[in-house]
């Protein structure tokens, strides 16, 4: 109730799930309850965690509906009011393509999905603060080198 009204603590409800994506432990992530209706960021944070882990555990179908259903709770989110939150579900769609496409084997589409979810964390924070500028602060990151195992 209290994370509809304060917008700080709209996530808050997803914080067990991201814990829980954290260090890897899928079958009780994917055990926890969604969020309360109503709480787009923290549903769609929930969506991504479950997302990794559907591809973490081999189950790309669902990893990719639950992508979907991110990509949901984000036009949703994108048409409410506007807070800091709002930056969140778009790298998480970012992020969440990356984990699909590296356990997917695709370590290249990994590295443009992450490196997307970098830059639209990077773009919009700098923003906030350089005047609304449209260029990334600071240099591009190195592209890092992904090896199979």
């Given amino acids: ?8 603590l709209e ?3 997803a914080y067990a799930h991201l814990a829980l994506s954290t260090f890897g432990r ?24 479950r997302g990794v882990a559907f591809a973490a555990t081999g189950q790309p179908a669902k990893a990719r509906e639950a992508l979907d259903r991110l990509e949901t709770f984000n036009i ?11 930056q969140i579900l778009p790298i998480a769609i970012h992020a969440l393509q ?8 695709d370590p290249d589409g990994a590295v443009t999905h992450f ?3 970098r830059d ?30």
């Fill in 1 to 8: 109730e209290i994370a509809r009204d304060v917008y700080f």
């Fill in 98 to 105: 990356g984990e699909i496409a590296l356990r997917g084997g």
């Fill in 26 to 49: 899928w079958d009780e992530l994917l055990a926890e309850p969604a969020p309360p209706t109503g709480l787009p960021t923290a549903a769609g944070l929930v969506e991504y965690t």
């Fill in 76 to 86: 949703e989110r994108a048409a409410g009011t506007d807070t800091p939150a709002k």
């Fill in 120 to 149: 639209c964390g990077i773009i919009r924070s700098a923003s906030r603060w350089a005047g609304r500028s449209s260029k990334p602060v600071g240099r591009p990151m190195p592209r890092p080198r992904i090896e199979r195992i």
């Fill in 11 to 13: 996530n808050a409800p």
């Fill in 115 to 117: 490196e997307a979810a």
